[in-house]
């Protein structure tokens, strides 16, 4: 791979789409393929994972899906969008005591089902969604099943009834619907007022630059320097190294032997030659691993 496939990881602004954030890292890292890991709304901050080059393949082989976000909430209003970007009515009910919510959480937490807001990417026979929202079109939607795997309370201002909580959530998640279905259970409304992703892709909020930061490491020319290899993304899963030949086919396309490999092998695995480096992903398949991806 060349210095300019990886991973870079971007704490995205707001007011910024995922797509215009692409097109300044691959203005500014002079490459024609970036995708990224997850898109984050205009308004959301937080990470966002940019796959570079030739690592573009591998977004749909990334082993960790979930998210993590730190999302707050205002209770008394509602919105057509879910949150304050949207249209915003004070409902005038009673904003719930901490007791209360603590009671409803456990509600949205586990395995769930959620129903997709309007004003999701999803599309409707070939329509995003959102399209048709701003074209003031309401279609009903399935609901589908996510995993809340946590949800904790991180702050809450009874007064002004405003509600920061930790959501650790599976791929789909809309975090807006768990702010409307939570006011929606205590009776009061609640819309979503700021978003940030903490983690993607196993990727941790600390670790990322932003589009600020990587324009000034594109001026100094050390911003292929935050590039992370591939194989970072897939640490979980197991390594093997295998000999010389065997990379060499490897490194071609050709499946090697399960019964020649030095460890046993049971699922997709990280592959590396005898100087540690990396080839790709294999995974074993009628007595063989197989080329699942190439490095």
Known sequence: MTPTDGILLINKDSEMTSFLCCAIL????????IGHAGTLDPNA??????L???????LDR???QDKRYTATMRFGAVSDTLDIWGTVEETGAPIPTRAAIETALPSLSGNILQVPPM???????????YEL?????EIEREARPITIHTLDIISYDEEKGELTVDCHCSKGTYIRSICD???????CGAVMTALCRTMAAGYELDKCITVAEAKERAQSGTLHECILPIESAFITYPSITVTAPQAHRFRNGGALALERLRK??????????????FLGLGLPTEGELKVDFLA
């Open 133 to 137: 929202a701003r074209q003031g079109i």
């Open 264 to 277: 046993p092998v049971s699922g997709l695995a990280r592959v590396y030659d005898p100087d540690g480096s």
């Open 26 to 33: 691959r203005r500014l890292l002079g490459v024609k393929k």
């Open 52 to 58: 570079i080059g030739r690592a573009t393949k591998a």
């Open 62 to 64: 990334l082993p960790t």
């Open 119 to 129: 004003t999701s990417a999803l599309k409707k026979d070939g329509v995003r969604l």
């Open 181 to 187: 279905d939570l006011g929606r259970m205590l009776g």
């Open 45 to 50: 901050t937080g990470v966002l994972p940019l």
